[in-house]
């Protein structure tokens, strides 16, 4: 854009157009009437136009106008300079100097020319050729406008198309994420109107599982973002208290400090000047994996509470998408993880790769916790969860639609297909598995125990490990074993793909107490799970070879100091302990052993005795009676002091449609006023009671059901009872 002077001088002059206005002599002529009719209304439109013009130029500036307009004192002067101007050419070249208006200046020399003072003719070709010069010098004004205002426009047009190539990239990358279409204008405009919003269940972090609409990832900060507006909802609304210690665990694992998860919290304005997000349209279950690198962790934290989380959601089905937090790589066992999705898992570290904002349109953060069953040692030493809310049942169910998706078919379930005529082969289908180790926590003996075992079963003898095979492979072959044999380790998880009836025998080696170490007898000995546990235990200390050089994670002691380590060699029982790092308790897993055949033969039968007869075994009814009916009492005075209380009732209701081994009740006889009750167990449906029952005396009594002495039914409400 060509630059103009400066305010000092005249517009024109300094331009170089060369027209002294002051020096044309004379008035108007009569031919300018007309056009002095049509100049109020033309000089109106002009003005608007010319207006226009500049405002695409200048908009609202000062210091440009004040440049251009030159010495006519601002906009306006200008436009009233510039209107007659663009008038006359309108009018098509009527009156030039007339269109102009110049009354002010003639009037200061119309002596002149009514005096008869000067060349007319010379002052009329001077007049014109100022109008002419005046004219060219409006309209390369207004062609630099024109062209300032057409690039005004293409500025804003190409704002407004690199908006929309913009838009179309971050579709184009959230759409690289899943093929589920997504509009990301509707969900930019939704995450800016709407901000985030999260409903959760569950009281405290521990047990928390929350739903989240339009979270976000900052990758480079490494921190979930929510972002507040005028319809952000979060419930629950805890304030501060979100940071005692946490929202909720990312892992199944509980209140574990490394697994805890929280979000930094922005107005939906701040959106503006961060970079554009990336929305990932899946539904989204985001955990963080415990430890991938381990079967019994993949399992037992990661796989089965995920199951289970994803059936609590409808949402979370199969085209759910499951987004791994804790920073591994995919780890040896990744292809268990995309069982569970029909989508490819992502990982921390590829969510770098499509953006810095990553937004998750519809999410749910954490755990179920429902089916978790041994605790690690973290605050107190390893063992069984004191509350433990899982069944055989459940873990079956998990065994079925896993192998299912592998598809593996159960040994059992094809002899079933096959009918009758299978049983006269079941013995001879009967085999033992046993689980080969290679690199640490070796049986020496392996082959001498696999000819022992055939022999006192009876049966061949199948070895599989995890180095060697699929674990699919392995997961068909051990779905049809009558016996499992392994060393302890995590590839004794295995063993929930075991059929009903079968036997698990695990090794422990010397020195490491079978009784402290259970994660594998509390799933075998699961109800629901009916399989049938043996555990042995190397008791010579000659037949164990050990690593003190390896590294400490391995069992090595010799980073330990001299003492230390004759204290562990000299051990005969690792003590209890915490989680992670005793070096006594590593030290004495990752021993070598030869096994003491004629010593594990002795303890395989002592155990196989107490196994429940039959092979296959059935489910184990866990069906619980409901209340009893009709419950009442009816009270006796005999003497002043003796009296008689008399309860009775009806059946559950559903126990007419059970078969049911063992039917008996429960009943609490609790004299008001006192602390202490008195328990009956009875067989029928009424009974009188006299023993300890005072006259003119007032008894709550309650009522239940009990199946087989373990399935326990709920108390009927309580009867008051007045004798």
């Known amino acids: 854009m060509r630059d103009f002077p400066s305010v000092g001088g ?102 002149q020319l009514e005096t008869g003072g000067g060349s007319v003719p010379a002052v009329m070709r001077a007049s014109l050729a100022g109008c002419r010069m005046s004219v060219g010098a409006l309209l390369n004004g207004l062609l630099v406008s024109v062209v300032a205002a057409l690039l005004w426009k293409y500025s804003k047009l190409s704002e407004h198309a690199a908006l929309l190539e913009e838009e179309l990239h971050m579709t184009r990358q959230s759409q690289e994420l899943s093929q589920a279409h997504i509009d990301y204008h509707v969900a930019l405009q939704a995450l800016q109107e709407h901000g985030t919003r999260m409903v959760c269940t569950g009281k405290m972090h521990t047990d928390r599982v929350c739903r ?34 946490a929202l909720l665990d990312f892992s199944s694992v509980e209140d574990h400090n490394t697994q805890y998860f929280n979000f930094l919290e922005l107005p939906a304005a701040a959106l503006k000047f961060m970079p554009k997000p990336v929305f990932v349209p899946d539904v989204t279950l985001i955990l963080n994996r415990f430890n991938p690198d381990n079967l019994m962790h993949v399992f037992h934290d990661d796989l089965i509470p995920a199951f ?95 192998m299912e998706k592998m598809n593996i078919t159960r040994v059992e379930e094809v002899e079933k297909d096959r009918g009758s005529a299978a049983d006269e082969k079941e013995r001879k289908d009967d085999y033992v598995v046993v689980f080969s180790r290679s690199s640490t926590r070796l049986i020496l003996n392996e082959a001498e125990l696999i000819l022992a075992l055939a022999q006192e079963f009876q049966m061949r003898v199948v070895t599989v490990s995890l180095e060697d095979q699929s674990f699919p492979t392995i997961v068909q072959v051990i779905s049809g074993a009558s016996v499992l044999v392994s060393m302890h380790g995590a590839q004794l998880i295995a063993s929930l793909f075991l059929p009903r009836g079968a036997t698990v025998v695990e090794l422990f080696p010397f020195a490491v107490n079978p009784e402290q170490y259970t994660p594998y007898k509390t799933l075998a000995t699961l109800p629901g799970m009916d399989l049938h546990y043996i555990s042995w235990r190397n008791m010579k200390e000659e037949n164990t070879i050990t690593h003190p050089d390896r590294p ?122 006192e602390n202490t009750y008195m328990p009956y167990i009875l067989p029928q449906q009424n009974y009188t009671f006299s023993e300890n029952i005072k006259p003119f005396t007032t008894y ?8 087989n002495k373990s399935l326990l039914g709920p108390f009927a409400d309580v009867l008051t009872c007045r004798t």
Not at 216 to 240: D, I, Q, R, T
Not at 700 to 707: D, G, H, K, Q
Request: charged content about 20%; aromatic content about 10%; some cysteine.
């Open 10 to 111: 005249d517009w024109s002059q300094q331009r170089g157009v060369g027209v002294q206005v002051a020096a044309v002599p004379g008035s108007l002529s009569a031919s300018d009437g007309y056009a002095s009719q049509r100049r109020p209304a033309l000089a109106t439109q002009a003005t608007e136009r010319a207006a226009a013009l500049l405002d695409s130029e200048w908009g609202d500036s000062r210091a440009p106008q004040s440049r251009f307009y030159g010495r006519g004192g601002g906009r306006e002067g200008c436009l009233s300079q510039l209107a007659p101007q663009l008038t006359s050419k309108t009018e098509g070249n009527r009156s030039c100097c007339a269109a102009a208006d110049v009354s002010a200046p003639l009037s200061g020399v119309g002596g």
């Open 700 to 707: 709550l009594v309650w009522v239940r059901c009990i199946f």
């Open 212 to 245: 989240f609409d339009y979270l976000c990832y900052c990758s480079e900060a490494e921190e979930f973002v929510f972002f507040h507006s005028n319809s952000s909802v979060m419930l629950p609304n805890l304030g501060s208290r979100r940071f005692q210690p």
């Open 308 to 402: 289970y989380t994803m059936k609590q959601y409808l949402d979370l089905d199969d085209e759910a998408r499951l987004v791994f937090m804790e920073g591994w790589s995919e780890g040896p066992h990744f292809d268990l993880y995309r069982l569970l999705s029909s989508k490819q898992p992502l990982l921390k570290e590829q969510l770098r790769n499509f953006g810095k904002l990553i937004c998750f349109t519809k999410s749910y953060v954490g755990l179920s916790k429902m089916t978790t069953w041994y605790q690690y040692g973290f605050v107190q030493p390893q063992g069984p969860k004191a509350n433990m809310l899982v069944s055989g049942n459940e873990i079956r169910q998990f065994a079925t639609a896993l």
């Open 552 to 673: 400490w994670e391995q069992g090595g002691i010799a980073h330990l100091e001299k003492e230390e380590q004759e204290r562990i060699l000299a051990s005969r029982d690792v003590p209890r302990h915490l989680c992670c790092r005793n070096p006594e308790w590593l030290f004495r897993i990752y021993q070598d052993t030869l096994v003491d055949i004629p010593y594990f033969l002795e303890t395989l039968r002592e155990g196989m005795k107490s196994k429940p007869s039959g092979k296959k075994s059935k489910p184990a009814s866990t069906v619980h009676p409901g209340r009893v009916r009709e419950p009442q009492c009816q009270t006796s005075v005999q003497t002043t002091n003796e009296a008689k209380l008399t309860v009775s009732w009806q059946i559950p209701w559903n126990l007419k449609y059970l078969k049911v081994r063992e039917v008996k009740y429960e009943v609490w006889i609790q004299e008001q006023g």
